[in-house]
Nanobody, 126 residues
């Protein structure tokens, strides 16, 4: 059974950092595109970043460019989201998602992804 489990969320002060992990089980994640999404209270789920199955393509939302970095460790079947210079506006539940697309493509929109984790809460507050 294909499963995604997010971890690494928590409470951090503005300007701080967190590293989120998306651990895959039941499938070999290196063959899947992975996306990170977030949803703040009262708002729609939005794309944050994604990485292609080949690892050569990454995309970021404009709001996180230069602050967040996505990477994958295929040996650990895990994708990471390093978040630096966090702002209160980054507060949300963060989800990872997976699906099979072209090895060179990834998407930061919700619709193409069929497999989702349960989410991890990130709160940025002083």
């Amino acid at each position: 059974q294909l499963q995604l489990v997010e971890s690494g969320g928590g409470l951090v002060q503005p300007g701080g950092s967190l590293r989120l992990s998306c651990a895959a089980s039941g499938f070999t994640s290196e063959y899947y595109t992975i996306g990170w999404f977030r949803q703040a209270p009262g708002k729609e789920r939005e794309g944050v970043s994604c990485i292609s199955s080949g690892g050569g393509t990454t995309n970021y939302a404009d709001s996180v460019k230069g602050r967040f970095t996505i990477s994958r460790d295929n040996a650990k079947n895990t994708v990471y989201l390093q978040m630096n210079s966090l702002e209160p506006e980054d507060t949300a539940v963060y989800y990872c998602a997976a699906d099979r697309f072209s090895r060179t493509r990834c998407y930061t929109v919700v619709d193409p992804y069929h497999y989702w984790g349960q989410g991890t809460q990130v709160t940025v507050s002083s």
